[in-house]
């Protein structure tokens, strides 16, 4: 890793799990495969801090944890990449202990369990599933239709309230980290 740090991929461990490696990683790695409207990719660190601001918003007065767990929600792409779900489920199980081992450590990194609890998980992928409909129909060329149709259908009202912005690679890194050091602090109060 740029920290100098030396990831186990097959058994990270958290004390090799550094904020600064997260957030540089998901800045670099393009949502949408790339194809997307724009200067800049649509990274997975602006995903993640949109997928945040939505969990947020409607769970109000959320437990800064869980919006912590709802930022780092994709966070082991940061080694492994972004990919689509058919190709994860193609690639089958190993995909997922890879993930699962990866997301383990890197919540106890930053304080969370190891295992997000059910109901907290649902919201975080409810929002995650927003975030994705949103992103299909402002950057990635997707009709209302297509987008109702693979993500479910949501209020219209959402595309201003949860504008998408494409920044560069450093500023969504920079973004990502603040909002992470934001969380931590109020997690820690």
């Known amino acids: 890793m740029l920290s ?8 990270p461990t958290p004390v090799d799990i550094e904020l600064s490696d997260i957030a540089h990683g998901l800045s670099f790695v393009a949502r949408w495969n790339g194809q997307t409207k724009g200067e800049f990719a649509y990274s997975v660190a602006e995903h993640s801090v949109l997928v945040e601001k939505i969990f947020s918003h409607f769970e109000n007065r959320a437990n800064p944890k869980w919006q912590l767990a709802a930022l780092l929600h994709d966070a082991p792409e940061y080694v492994i990449g972004d990919m689509i779900s058919p190709v994860k489920a193609a690639v089958g199980s190993d995909y997922q202990k890879l993930d ?3 997301t383990a450590a890197i919540h106890i990194r ?3 369990p190891a ?3 059910t109901q907290i998980k649902a919201k975080i992928k409810k929002a995650d599933k927003l975030s ?3 992103e299909a129909q402002m950057i990635a060329g997707f009709s209302l239709e297509e987008a109702n ?3 479910g259908k949501h209020d219209e009202s959402y ?5 998408i912005e494409l920044r560069s690679p450093l500023e969504s890194r920079d973004s990502y ?11 820690g109060e």
């Open 149 to 151: 149709s693979i993500f």
């Open 177 to 187: 980290v603040q909002r992470c050091q934001t969380l931590l602090k109020k997690f």
């Open 4 to 11: 100098g740090r030396r990831l186990d991929l097959l058994d």
């Open 159 to 163: 595309f201003e309230i949860f504008p």
């Open 110 to 112: 930053f304080g969370l």
């Open 100 to 102: 699962e081992r990866l």
């Open 132 to 134: 994705a409909w949103l």
């Open 115 to 117: 295992e997000i609890p």
